[in-house]
């Protein structure tokens, strides 16, 4: 009896079903896997603001995902997180983002920021990639 693998393609982000799946979901394990998630709309086109806004965008893609999941932020794991022109000046200001949009008194997922020259298209400014527990 093998691990099953659900995918998970919820209404309001793009449906780029035959190129990758948004989210999976591995069974009997409950983990989630998603893709990294941008400051898009449902139809695939950039939600344009300060590399802050498309982080909270970004995050509100991974809700929809981790809904769909029967999950949640606070049942995130692990997280990675690329931004384009990365610079160390801004860590403070980064860090604090990310905090805020941590439900209070949830355990901060292991983290890893990579500074990246481009993402998916040009404007888009940050991605983040989550794994989660059901």
Known sequence: MGNRVRRISPRGLPQLDSVISHALIVEPTGLVYTSGQLSWDESGALVEGTMIEQLRRAYANIDLLLQAAGS????????VIYLVDYSPDTAGELVAALASERPPGSVPPTSTVVGVQTLFAPGFLVEVQVVATT
């Open 72 to 79: 949640s932020r606070e049942k995130i794991v692990n997280e």
